[in-house]
């Protein structure tokens, strides 16, 4: 297949899902996006652009709306791929043109919504024996008499969150319910969020790839089953927690294991975990598992991200913005031009 590739943004909110609600981010992923169809440009693959001559630095000049208007725009000016790099629901507007048969990176719709809720997911992996923290849902209705059994510090985190954006570490009850309070007076997280056991031990973070053949050094390689790159550790953390990337760069925070580390049983079983994890959510597309170990160093699945942030270096303005996964690619020898050509292999109909 010869490659006509458009990338999506996100240009409007998903809707609510049974009163939860997940904010959309500023500019809507335009930015990773241009990131993506500049790297596949320098690749030699043919880009489908809303303009003839793109800017370097505009974003928007890159991509294509989420609507039916924007995809049936990229369309008629040539693509047979659709990049989505958008939040995803069960009704959004790229479903007809799937169900017409187009080609597509990134996560079935149905799918993702489903398990960008994080009870449904964390439900989903504690019934396959899969380590999660404990934890415990609080609504607007029930958090005045709710009392979690879950000792101090703990964690709170909004259902549909995104990355470590609205999550809070409490050290008390008077935190507690300060911290519950403002979520729900601010609106910006629906009516239901969770409280979270807090883990103190090292923070990784895993990219899962879906099977498929790759292009990993000068071979192609086979993947039959859903397989790991490198751990990414996290470290400078803020009270406790990992900074969010729209105010800090992952870089910054975020570095590679040595292969000694890389190579601990621990990191085997945790790898072992992760893909098994990607196998129960059907992943498409890579997926970002976030693990944190308790104080006896036992690690835990506390974040499965169905659209990992997929920023990158390609372009020269943008030096220090490649996302965790483009760091763990690295690893493996893929520059960030690799990672995304690699991606867009593994497409799918």
């Known amino acids: ?22 904010p959309m981010k500023d500019g809507g992923y335009a930015d990773s996006g241009a990131d993506i169809a500049y790297a596949l440009q320098q690749k030699a693959v043919h880009i489908v652009t ?6 370097l630095i505009n974003d928007l000049d890159w991509v294509f709306p989420d609507t039916t208007e924007g995809i049936q ?3 008629d000016r040539g693509a047979n791929v659709i990049w989505l790099n958008t939040v995803l629901y069960k009704e959004h507007p790229i479903t007809s043109f799937i169900e017409k048969g187009m080609a597509i990176v990134g996560q079935i719709p149905g799918i993702a919504e489903l398990y960008d809720d994080k009870l449904v997911t964390n439900e989903l992996l504690n019934r396959h024996n899969l380590p999660i923290p404990r934890s415990i849902v609080i609504t607007s209705e029930n958090f005045a008499s709710v009392k979690p ?19 809070s570490l409490v ?16 609106g910006q997280y629906g009516n239901a969020l ?31 089953a859903y397989w790991s790159l490198p751990p990414v550790k996290r ?32 990191m085997m079983q945790l790898y072992k975990f992760c893909e098994y994890a990607a196998m129960l959510v059907g992943a498409k597309a890579p997926i970002r598992i976030d693990c944190r170990a308790d104080a006896d160093n036992k690690y835990y699945l506390f974040d499965l991200n169905m659209k990992p942030n997929m920023t990158g270096s390609s372009r020269p303005h943008r030096a220090e913005q490649d996302s965790l996964t483009a760091l763990a690619a690295r690893k493996i020898g893929w520059s960030y031009q690799d990672l995304i050509s690699n991606m867009l292999d593994q497409y799918w109909t």
């Open 1 to 22: 297949m010869k490659y006509r590739v458009a990338v999506l943004y996100q240009a409007g909110a998903p809707p609510p899902v049974d009163g939860v609600i997940k």
């Open 50 to 55: 809303p303009v003839d001559n793109p800017n």
């Open 73 to 75: 725009t990229a369309i």
């Open 149 to 167: 059994n879950i000792p101090f510090p703990m964690v709170v985190k909004p259902i549909r969150g995104r990355g470590s954006q609205g999550v």
């Open 171 to 186: 050290r008390d009850k008077v935190e507690l319910d300060a911290s519950i309070k403002n979520i729900f007076d601010g």
């Open 194 to 224: 969770y409280v979270e056991e807090f883990l103190s031990g090292e923070e990784l973070t895993i990219t899962v790839m879906p099977p498929g053949v790759y292009q990993i050094g000068n071979a192609a390689v086979t993947k039959n």
């Open 235 to 266: 470290f400078n953390h803020s009270n406790g927690i990992a900074p969010y990337n729209g105010a800090v760069a992952v870089i910054h925070n975020s570095k590679l294991l040595n292969d000694a580390e890389v190579n601990r049983p621990a």
